[in-house]
């Protein structure tokens, strides 16, 4: 990855959670002198996404596998983009143990809303670790989220160690998706 690309970040949050996990991603790329600008959905007009080459898209899961209100209010906006020739992580908030058959969901919703634009999706991460029952954000064999999985609620003392690892997963796998 070049050390002028500048990353897109877009989160959605209610209790600011999700935004926090976005600075702290966003510090470890500029560990790594990379650049990220972020966005509060809510603030953002959808095709602020079509300027980036590399988007990174955060999203807490409410109670039983609800959507934060202002991704689902841009749903449908999404689907239609045409994102051809761009990288997408996803990163995800829920609580395994409050809700665990809903467990980040929404990282699920927003990879369906995205699966038919043409970007190619980096940042699966290991399902090894937590402790759910059911998610919509996790493959059929319950392996891999489709992108990082928070906890802040049970597990807030593993959000630093998995936001480094995860950001040194996708400079790894962002450099080779780029070549």
Do not use: C
């Not at 690309?5 to 935004?19: C, H, Q, V």
């Not at 510090?27 to 990379?34: A, M």
């Not at 603030?43 to 300027?51: G, K, R, V």
């Not at 689907?79 to 058959?101: H, P, R, T």
């Amino acid at each position: 990855m070049s050390t002028t690309s500048t990353i897109g970040l877009f989160y959605g949050t209610d209790t600011s959670n999700t935004e926090m996990v976005g600075q702290k991603i966003q510090q470890q790329f500029s560990e790594l002198d990379q650049l990220v600008e972020l966005h509060d959905i809510k603030d953002s007009d959808i095709n602020t996404l079509l300027d980036y080459d590399f988007l990174i898209l955060g999203i807490p899961t409410w109670d039983f596998g609800g959507i934060q209100s202002d991704w689902e209010d841009v749903g449908d906006a999404l689907s239609e983009l045409d994102l051809s020739g761009k990288v997408i992580a996803l990163y995800g908030l829920g609580d395994q143990f409050g809700y665990g058959d809903y467990f980040v969901d929404a990282i699920g919703w927003l990879h369906e809303k995205l699966a038919n634009t043409g970007a190619t999706f980096i940042g699966q991460w290991s399902t090894e670790g937590y402790d759910f029952e059911a998610s919509r954000g996790a493959n059929a064999d319950k392996t891999e989220f489709v992108g990082l999985a928070i906890d802040e609620d049970q597990q807030f003392d593993l959000t630093d160690q998995r936001v480094e690892q995860w950001v040194i997963q996708l400079y790894a796998e962002q450099a080779l998706a780029a070549a």
